[in-house]
């Protein structure tokens, strides 16, 4: 099955840096790769999705970058806010109707 | 976007006792509908795969005869767990994919469920 790895595991930026949190997936076939945000005790809220047909997405200060041929993905934030702080997820999946395969999260704290 | 209920959002309940947690779609058919179950601090673990009509498809490592899962209509999904244990206290979230088409990828949470088994 799908292994999806994500690191890293936690992340602190000051106020106005970028922040970069990077996956690798195991599974070729996957070809749908979104990333959630979650604050504590919240359900996971989508930021941003990439389908393997595009190299990279962005919207306003989120980007996310994919490499295909080397299985990886990432997420790029600009101008960092102390609103960011949550948990990251990334995750990949194949067609509809399977499941996503998240990776273990990545605590990001914005220090103002 | 499309919404996804769940209720009820915190439940305590004793050792031995099953509970029932209902998973909704309120603007849309979900033709599956995903169980997870979370960990303080840790990732989203799949349980199960739920597609309206037929046996849910469980996750290895999950007991089938303990996590019931139901989806008897396009719209609800629910998940017993039967016979609960204090290890079984967790946050479930569950999530529902569409059927129109509009959003062939995209899953929806709902707010997640806080299980306390003491």
């Known amino acids: 099955g799908e292994n999806v790895e994500q690191h890293p595991s936690t992340l602190s930026v000051q106020e106005g840096d970028s922040a970069v949190i990077k996956c690798t997936y195991s599974?070729?076939?996957?070809?749908?790769f979104p990333w959630y945000k979650q604050e504590l005790g919240k359900r996971p809220q989508l930021i941003i999705d990439?389908?393997?047909?595009?190299g990279e997405k962005k919207d306003q200060r989120i980007a996310v970058t994919l490499n295909k041929t080397a299985k990886h993905f990432s997420l790029h934030i600009t101008e960092t806010q102390p609103e960011d702080s949550a948990v990251y997820f990334c995750?990949?999946?194949?067609?509809?109707?399977?499941?996503?395969?998240f990776g273990k999260g990545t605590s990001l704290l914005v220090t103002p | 976007g499309a919404v996804v209920s769940q209720h009820p959002s915190r439940v305590i309940c004793k050792s031995g006792t099953s509970v029932k947690i209902e998973c909704r779609s309120l603007?849309?058919?979900?033709?599956?509908m995903f169980w997870y179950r979370q960990f303080p601090k840790k990732s989203l673990m799949l349980m199960a795969t739920?597609?309206?009509?037929?046996?849910?498809?469980?996750e290895q490592g999950v007991e089938k005869d303990k996590f019931l899962i139901n989806h008897a209509s396009l719209t609800l999904s629910t998940l017993t767990v039967t016979s609960a244990h204090p290890e079984d206290s967790s946050f479930y979230i569950c999530?529902?994919?569409?059927?129109?088409?509009?959003?062939?990828?995209?899953?929806?949470f709902g707010p997640g469920t806080r299980l306390t088994v003491t």
């Open positions: 999530s529902a994919r569409g059927r129109d088409g509009r959003h062939p990828y995209e899953q929806y």
């Open positions: 599974d070729s076939a996957s070809n749908y």
């Open positions: 990439i389908r393997s047909n595009v």
């Open positions: 995750a990949a999946s194949r067609n509809s109707g399977y499941a996503l395969n």
């Open positions: 603007d849309f058919q979900a033709t599956t």
């Open positions: 739920s597609n309206e009509g037929s046996k849910a498809t469980y």
